[in-house]
């Protein structure tokens, strides 16, 4: 799934980032900037800024609790998919978020942060995850509004990563793209059997979806550039390759044409196609409320973190049994 | 590849292992990532689930990622730079007449 590009606070952000290169040695950061310069990649073992490496471990990791937490809202679905087909598709689809969280915790890990440091820092609250897991999934046709809108929203945030300068992280946004598709494939095809198949109720409960889901969705792509300091340092890193939000603009042109496919509408009254600029115009986003879900006060801020600080408990003994079995194995192989 | 961290991880984490795939018989393996697990054996399991849920592989070799000695990148120069001059080991480098065809 996914990650907003910038979660911290406007103010946070502006005191990270920028003058670095002073403190580092001149040698070592112009050949790193020649690199950069010339669009090469930077492995784990190459010399890197400390706060190129900062910001790489942050971004990674909350793309990986993103994916992780991201399991729990879909997850709830699992038992009450309508028919054993869309329970095993989602069953699949929840399993691959599970691999994309693996696949970053493993990136984030090449820079030298362990995997316990990063699922700590989750579960006592000082890592962020993307803010949109914090609103809740009332009703089926959540489940295909997340598949199609979130993430689609994901894959147009995370096509550009596949670029990133940083080669583990590249490589493992190029595996998670290409289980992506299926994501929105199913979500989407899921809410067109309602749409053309379903009763007026199951009509209503998709349009209700879209509406609760659509400008959430919008907010993932972070804040407007004008307000997004960290944007400029990434994007001279190869870190970012396109801004919040030329992103989001790409995300309304290509989403409007498949809502009328759908038969659905958004809920932006100032939503129209603009001849001149050759893009979609829409209506301002509420930042207030994004950036209080943000700090933790969203809807279900709590009841996530709880969930997963939970299953990680009961998860201990497994953790505990499987080094005790691997040890005993060892002593009797060096015993024999 | 990943770098080993400077400080010992603790005891709780299972050691990292790094994940080869081989796609199709007939091919090499290939790396692919790493990830945590118990044993070797676990890991193969891991492996399994993590990197081949979509028939991805027909083979899976893990290794310990501590058992993995690599070059430093510092060394880059001093390793791979004196092949820069050796270009006679490269067929492009020889002229041969246009009559002998493909050669």
């Not at chain 2, 044993?39 to 399991?45: I, T």
């Amino acid at each position: 799934m996914y990650t907003s590009p910038t979660m911290t606070t406007p103010a946070a952000s502006a005191q990270a980032g920028t003058n670095i290169a002073p403190i580092e040695p001149p040698e070592k950061m112009q050949a790193f900037d020649r690199v950069i310069d010339a669009d090469g990649r930077i492995e784990p073992q190459d010399w890197m800024p400390q706060a190129y490496r900062k910001t790489l471990v942050r971004q990674i990791s909350q793309h990986a609790h993103s994916e992780i937490v991201g399991m729990l809202p879909e997850g709830n679905w699992i038992s009450r998919a309508p028919s054993l087909k869309r329970k095993a598709i989602l069953l699949a689809k929840v399993q691959d978020e599970a691999g994309h969280g693996l696949y970053l915790y493993s990136a984030a890990e090449t820079l030298g942060v362990s995997r316990d440091s990063m699922l700590d820092a989750l579960h006592t609250g000082r890592a962020k995850y993307s803010s949109i897991f914090n609103y809740p999934t009332l009703t089926w046709a959540d489940v295909g509004v997340i598949g199609w809108l979130v993430d689609g929203a994901a894959i147009m945030n995370q096509t550009p990563l596949c670029r990133c300068s940083y080669g583990p992280y590249a490589r493992a946004m190029i595996r998670v793209c290409k289980e992506e598709s299926f994501h929105q494939r199913q979500g989407y095809e899921s809410l067109l059997v309602m749409m053309k198949e379903g009763t007026q109720a199951q009509q209503d409960m998709v349009q209700d979806a879209v509406n609760r889901w659509w400008w959430k969705c919008l907010a993932m792509f972070g804040p407007p550039d004008s307000e997004s300091p960290n944007s400029e340092q990434g994007m001279r890193w190869g870190i970012k390759r396109i801004s919040n939000d030329d992103l989001r603009q790409r995300f309304v042109d290509a989403t409007i044409p498949q809502a009328a496919v759908l038969g659905v509408s958004v809920p932006d009254e100032d939503l129209k196609w603009n001849e001149e600029r050759g893009h979609y115009d829409f209506g301002p986003i509420d930042w207030d409320e994004f950036w209080a879900t943000v700090n933790g006060n969203g809807p279900c801020n709590k009841e996530r973190l709880a969930t997963r600080v939970q299953a990680w408990r009961d998860g201990q003994w497994v953790r505990d049994a499987a080094m005790a079995s691997a040890q005993k194995k060892r002593e009797r192989e060096q015993a024999a | 590849m990943t770098q080993k961290t400077e400080s010992a991880p603790p005891l709780s984490e299972w050691p990292l292992w790094e994940i080869f795939v081989r796609s199709r018989q007939g091919l090499e393996h290939k790396h692919c990532g790493s990830l945590h697990a118990s044993d070797a054996e676990h890991a193969l399991q891991m492996a399994r689930d993590v990197y081949t849920r979509r028939q991805e592989g027909v083979s899976i070799w893990v290794i310990p990622s501590r058992s993995i000695t690599a070059s430093s990148p510092d060394d880059k120069g001093e390793l791979f730079d004196p092949a820069n001059d050796k270009v006679y080991r490269h067929p492009t480098f020889y002229t041969i007449p246009d009559e002998v065809g493909h050669m």
